[in-house]
């Protein structure tokens, strides 16, 4: 039987950075085990890239400014390039009544350090994007070091580094099924499709597909798959890639460049399908598209490249903050999920943050209480903001 002290159920970019980290502190006796044949297959390869630390919760705000931190060391550190960009984040308000909750937002984040974050008027706004449409707008807030990251460059960064520190990843392997203890306390076996791997400890990394990989030790975690869509133009000159990404909060439309096309989203409500069908809904392109020319008239004339368009998944718990350690119930099983569409940008510091929690009981870099996967049980989950 193979062993691992170890094993990584899931090989996107959150699994990857808690190998990598597990393996840069020692702890090389790693195993990543990832359905998809090739890395990025899940959600990591359909993610848009965007980074920003413009949040209105402290443990989100604090999160990403641990990110951006290894984000900067990253080249050094793991030894590729993620791709930040800090080409700014740009809400945009048509009520004042939202432009207050931004603002009240914006506290919260100069209160944790990020001092660059500030209000502008529909003015500023236009000077820093000057393709929107301004009329009707009540402000807005924006933020420089937000921006860009590279969700594969970093997924590939991670997973490479750990090999080369010495742990295992393997692809096209599906995980099965959990073989535990007589009490049920504890994972004895992660069960494969090619066999039994016998583990210390277990990581859920599994993404979307978490919740599935939980029950499979017999824990329920509060996470469940949203559809969200992308819009990609054809290639154009009409906006710089170095545009902000740019959000009209009330609609919740944003699009930002990447690689020469637009990419256009819209966060509709999604039809009663199955959430891990990846086919493009028809009808909502048109509406999409009809937001983009109103908010930024120069796309008018630009085609949407239909082929170049995706689905992909958030994975979304109820107060839309990361599930992150021990899972209740099962002393050798550790999650990570639930970063409710900001996994990647958040998977520096949630790598770090699980490897403190593995391998020396705790998380001394921040203070993960207001994650502990235990906190809807106890009736204390973190407050919700609808903008942010």
Not at 113 to 129: D, K, M, S, W
Not at 153 to 179: E, K, Q, S, W
Not at 308 to 319: F, H, I, K, S
Not at 334 to 353: I, K, Q, R
Request: net charge negative.
């Amino acid at each position: 039987m193979e062993t691992a002290e170890v094993v990584v159920v899931g090989g996107g970019v959150v699994g990857a950075s808690v190998a990598w980290h597990l393996a840069a502190r020692g702890c090389t006796d790693v195993l990543v085990l990832d359905r998809g044949g090739e890395p990025g297959q899940g959600s990591t390869g359909r993610a848009t890239g965007g980074f920003r630390a413009q949040f209105a919760s402290e443990p989100n705000v604090r999160l990403s400014l641990f990110a951006r931190e290894k984000l900067r060391r990253f080249p050094e550190e793991v030894g590729a390039d993620p791709g930040y960009r800090p080409h700014g984040y740009l809400f945009l308000a048509d009520r004042q009544a939202t432009l207050d909750a931004l603002l009240a937002a914006q506290r919260i984040q100069h209160a944790l350090g990020l001092h660059e974050a500030r209000a502008v008027t529909p003015q500023e706004a236009r000077e820093i994007n000057p393709a929107i449409a301004a009329d009707g707008l009540a402000g807005g807030v924006h933020c420089p070091t937000d921006g860009f990251i590279r969700p594969l460059g970093m997924l590939n960064g991670y997973a490479d580094g750990a090999r080369r520190i010495g742990a295992r990843v393997c692809h096209g392997v599906h995980v099965t099924g959990m073989r535990m203890d007589a009490r049920g306390r504890r994972i004895d076996a992660v069960v494969t499709d090619g066999g039994e791997v016998s583990a210390g400890c277990v990581v859920n990394a599994a993404g979307a597909w978490a919740g599935a990989v939980a029950r499979m030790a017999g824990v329920e975690i509060a996470l469940a798959p949203l559809r969200r869509q992308v819009a990609s133009t054809v290639p154009c000159s009409a906006l710089p890639d170095e545009m902000p990404l740019t959000i009209f909060v009330e609609s919740g439309f944003h699009l930002r460049m990447r690689d020469g096309r637009a990419l256009l989203l819209w966060p509709d409500e999604p039809a009663t399908r199955d959430p891990f069908d990846h086919e493009l809904d028809e009808a909502w392109l048109p509406e999409v598209t009809r937001r983009a020319h109103a908010r930024i008239p120069c796309l008018r004339g630009v085609p949407v490249d239909r082929d170049a368009c995706w689905a992909g998944l958030y994975e979304m718990t109820p107060d839309r903050h990361a599930l992150l350690g021990r899972a209740p119930g099962v002393d050798n099983l550790f999650l990570a999920n639930g970063s409710s569409g900001h996994g990647v940008m958040h998977s520096p510091a949630l790598g770090h943050l699980l490897a403190e929690i593995i391998l020396d009981g705790f998380a001394s870099a921040m203070d993960t209480y207001p994650l502990r996967p235990s906190r809807f049980a106890e009736g204390q989950p973190n407050p919700v903001s609808e903008l942010l």
